[in-house]
């Protein structure tokens, strides 16, 4: 009853705007909730539609609005954490999760969330504890209880799979000392081997970089193998794990150079110095193979241009020396006015090889 003598107190002073007054009255006194549903709703629409990016961006902006009471809070930090889930980026997804979980410890909600992002990551042993914490909190989720029966079944296995992970990255490290140490003493089959070797063994936090360094390390060994086609598949793939490695590139150009394809290790060389200005071997290297390619990329119509140019000129050093035979034969031999010099005596009128002065002289008598 109070409340709509409000109302009609209001629409007395704001006859022009009653409607207006009365849901800024109602929104200041018990729907505070209700001031992010249009961005919760365009939230709704782009995970609906699969973007799951921008949905995650527009939940962030209202978690980290200074306005947002704890309960818009929770619920958007609950959805970034869903919308990372469903690309697959657990880690994110747990991020979110727990940012949630610190403004309430026992949401029920932020704990399943958690539990999906732990259980992505494969930390079956911590998605039970948050399952059974959410299960505390709402008993009667079946959905929640057939998650937790299904994680308590896995976890074994989990357990069981990181002792072989940890065996594995054992005997990773190991091959890949061998392989070095292989490369070192000049036994490239054998490195090349240990290589691929470590490369079977590789852990799972074993990054793009690293696995395209180990790559490399095996295209060089095959390489100095004698065999560049298995080298030049290994840098392929190195810049297929991490394009941004200059050295990848670079193995690529030497194992294409070897085989004679001076324009595929060109575009390589060119690539890497792009990434590396100041890498020594790959501008040498290009120095080498510049003019190779250059002589590929004439045309037809070049190289005939080219042949001809060649062919004038030889028929042009062929009319000199017949010119020159032709005199000779018709005058004798050359004489002072047709300007023959010896650089012996600097006089004109006979070469070097008639010069007077050297001729040999009779020794005096002892």
Do not use: W
Request: aromatic share 8%; proline share 3%.
């Amino acid at each position: 009853m109070n409340s709509k003598r409000a109302d009609n107190r209001a629409a007395a002073f704001f006859p022009l705007s009653s409607s207006y007054f009365f849901h800024l009255y109602e929104y200041t006194a018990q729907h505070r909730h209700t001031m992010f549903d249009a961005e919760f709703q365009k939230g709704t629409e782009l995970f609906a539609a699969h973007r799951y990016y921008a949905a995650a961006q527009v939940y962030a902006a209202i978690a980290a609005d200074s306005k947002v009471r704890k309960e818009d809070q929770l619920r958007a930090l609950n959805n970034v954490s869903g919308c990372y889930a469903a690309v697959k980026q657990y880690q994110k997804a747990l991020d979110a999760a727990l940012a949630a979980l610190r403004l309430e410890a026992e949401h029920p909600r932020a704990l399943s969330r958690a539990a999906t992002a732990c259980e992505g990551l494969q930390r079956y042993d911590e998605a039970i504890l948050y399952l059974e914490r959410a299960l505390r909190q709402d008993p009667t989720n079946g959905s929640i209880a057939a998650t937790l029966a299904k994680l308590r079944q896995l976890a074994p296995r989990s357990r069981a799979k990181a002792a072989a992970t940890s065996n594995d990255a054992f005997y990773y490290e190991k091959s890949l000392q061998k392989g070095k140490e292989a490369m070192q003493d000049g036994q490239y089959a054998e490195a090349a081997r240990q290589f691929s070797k470590a490369l079977s063994l590789a852990p799972a936090t074993c990054t793009a970089r690293d696995r395209a360094v180990l790559l490399c390390n095996l295209s060089a060994a095959r390489f100095r193998s004698a065999d560049a086609a298995a080298s030049a598949d290994d840098a392929r793939e190195a810049i297929a794990r991490d394009a941004t490695y200059a050295r990848a590139h670079y193995r690529l150009a030497v194992a294409e150079h070897k085989l004679k394809h001076f324009e595929v290790a060109e575009e390589a060389l060119r690539t890497c110095l792009a990434m590396d200005a100041t890498h020594v071997e790959a501008a040498a290297l290009l120095r080498e193979v510049a003019p190779l390619v250059k002589e590929l990329r004439k045309t037809a119509e070049e190289r005939t241009a080219e042949k001809a140019r060649h062919a004038a000129e030889v028929r042009e050093q062929q009319l000199d020396q017949d010119c020159a035979k032709a005199f000779a034969s018709a005058f004798g031999p050359a004489h002072a006015n047709t300007f023959v010099y010896c650089n012996y005596c600097n006089e004109s009128g006979h070469t070097r090889a008639t010069c007077p002065m050297l001729r040999k002289r009779p020794r005096p008598p002892q």
